[in-house]
């Protein structure tokens, strides 16, 4: 961002002082220094920029005051951030932007010559510029296209990265699932030996009262015991990895198992079956136990052969696999499971009832569905709900701070980037009316004049998006371990960039060639 709004500020101080140059060298002529001039621009540059800096704090203030109150997608509360005022950045872009601008305001009378000077004032305002001066014009060009495709090659991976971890990243179907967790009894201590029973009945008792209301709510299909797959009791059972034995030999895998959910449980979170059955109440009575890998697991196990019947050994677990769903995530989106499987082994019971709601339209339910809750059992001690949705945003938590406010930034540079190249490239078209002028003199048809002035535009933007690539390939790899289902080197953000900058670029050329080949040729020699 910095480099790109540098780039961008001296791009308009020398477009700005270009139009000017037939004044520095009457200036020049009539016995003005270079210090001079110089310090003329300098102080104009200096008023520009303080009054610049003045709103430029002011309106950061406002937006840090305002930010508290903004709620991004999946609740994250910026309430919480630190934004008081960093006096080090503002320093920093301080001393970034004075040197800009004194560079800037340099570099335009580093060029006079005598030479030039006489040039200069032979030729008059509307001469076509010089070869030098254009070769310098398409270097700024292409370094400011350049700066804008690092930038927003950065901001659109992560843009990628949010819309992957809320769209299909998670294997399951986030948009028709809720996650229910209660306390259902109000004492957290432990019974005696002889009241276990009475403990057992009773909480099993207030968690089908539960159960039931929850089926009656409009749009629920399921509602099944267990925990979601991605959350942090999850991630802890995946901590060590586990020595698998088939067959094949034995491999430590880790994968992630499933004990304390009901044999429906893939079924309510929507997850499909690719091979053999889902599980079956009768599977928890058998031995060995009855299994369902995912198709990841199956391919890594069996190395791409049938599953279906083997048997599967490990430390706690001995079973057969009846059945092969698709994969999903287990554990955490930025560090998921090598895959999971599901045994017909249910356990889940005590003082905590946790379930897995399948309805039609789950955000909307989410309040019903703790009212019902506090409704079957009015002295519950809490209930927790949570949409797929929620469970992938609280996972994505870190990223996803930070992908929103690098999509900000990103839009920034967008306006900044395209806005800037639009700008130099009907400029760069526009300075060059004397040339179109002669060239209309001398027999050019108008769609030639807009061909020729649609390849001097493009032709350094495809270069500064070219060279822009391989550096932004490179920050990319400095937080790949940021980005979730998307490579850095990934075609879809680098496409839509490239496609963005040469698109300004065009749509600018094409607008200055338009007006410019209405034009009389006698009034394009004419112009000042």
């Not at 008059?124 to 495709?149: E, I, K, M, N």
């Not at 409704?375 to 949570?386: E, G, I, R, Y």
Request: glycine content about 10%; charged content about 15%.
């Amino acid at each position: 961002m910095l480099i790109g709004g540098c780039l961008t500020l001296a791009t308009l101080i020398l477009v700005h002082y270009e139009r000017r140059v037939a004044e520095l060298a009457t200036k020049t002529a009539l016995g003005a220094t270079r210090p001079q001039l110089l310090a003329e621009l300098s102080k104009e540059l200096a008023v520009v920029a303080i009054a610049g800096t003045a709103v430029a704090v002011f309106v950061a203030q406002l937006a840090l005051r305002a930010m508290p109150a903004l709620s991004l997608p999946g609740g994250l509360d910026l309430g919480r951030l630190d934004l008081s005022p960093d006096w080090r950045v503002l320093s920093v872009a301080l001393a970034a932007t004075f040197v800009t601008c004194a560079l800037a305001a340099w570099l335009p009378l580093a060029r006079f010559t005598r030479g030039t000077l006489a040039r200069t004032l032979l030729a008059g305002p509307a001469a076509t510029a010089s070869p030098a001066t254009q070769r310098l014009r398409q270097l700024l060009l292409a370094a400011q296209v350049c700066a804008a495709v690092i930038v927003l090659a950065s901001a659109a991976l992560f843009v990628r990265t949010v819309l992957y971890g809320f769209s299909g990243a998670a294997g399951f179907d986030v948009d028709h699932t809720l996650f229910v967790r209660s306390a259902v009894t109000t004492g957290f201590a432990l019974p005696s030996v002889s009241d276990i029973p009475t403990f057992v009945a009773t909480a099993d008792g207030r968690k089908q009262r539960i159960r039931d209301a929850l089926l009656q709510l409009p749009g629920v299909q399921q509602v099944v015991d267990g925990l979601p797959p991605i959350g942090p009791e999850s991630v802890r059972g995946l901590q060590h990895p586990t020595v698998v034995t088939t067959e094949r030999g034995q491999q430590a895998v880790r994968a992630g198992w499933v004990w304390d959910a009901d044999v429906d449980w893939l079924s309510a979170l929507g997850v499909r079956m690719l091979a053999g059955r889902d599980l079956r109440a009768d599977d928890a009575r058998v031995s060995p136990q009855r299994v369902v890998v995912t198709a990841s697991l199956a391919n890594r196990l069996w190395h791409g052969g049938n599953p279906l019947g083997e048997k599967i050994t490990t430390p706690a677990l001995k079973g057969i696999v009846v059945g092969v769903s698709s994969d999903f995530v287990y554990g955490s989106l930025l560090e998921p499971a090598m895959g999971t499987v599901v045994t017909a082994y249910h356990r889940n019971t005590g003082y905590l009832g946790q379930w897995v709601i399948r309805a039609d339209n789950a955000l909307a339910l989410a309040g019903a569905v703790e009212q019902a809750v506090r409704t079957a059992v009015p002295d519950v001690a809490s209930v927790q709900v949570q949409t797929g949705r929620d469970v992938v945003a609280q996972d994505l938590g870190q990223q996803r701070v930070g992908a929103w406010f690098f999509s900000g930034f990103g839009l920034v540079a967008l306006i900044l980037g395209v806005g800037s190249v639009f700008g130099l490239v009907a400029y760069l078209a526009e300075s060059r009316q004397r040339e179109f002028g002669v060239r209309l003199a001398l027999g050019a048809t108008a769609s030639r004049l807009m061909t020729h002035g649609l390849g001097a535009a493009l032709v350094p933007v495809a270069v500064g998006v070219v060279i822009g690539l391989g550096p932004s390939a490179l920050v990319a790899q400095l937080f790949t371990s940021a980005l979730v289902g998307v490579g850095a080197l990934d075609p879809w953000a680098y496409s839509a960039i490239a496609a963005a900058m040469l698109g300004g670029a065009a749509l600018a050329a094409l607008m200055a060639a338009w007006r410019l080949r209405r034009i009389a040729p006698i009034d394009a020699l004419r112009s000042h």
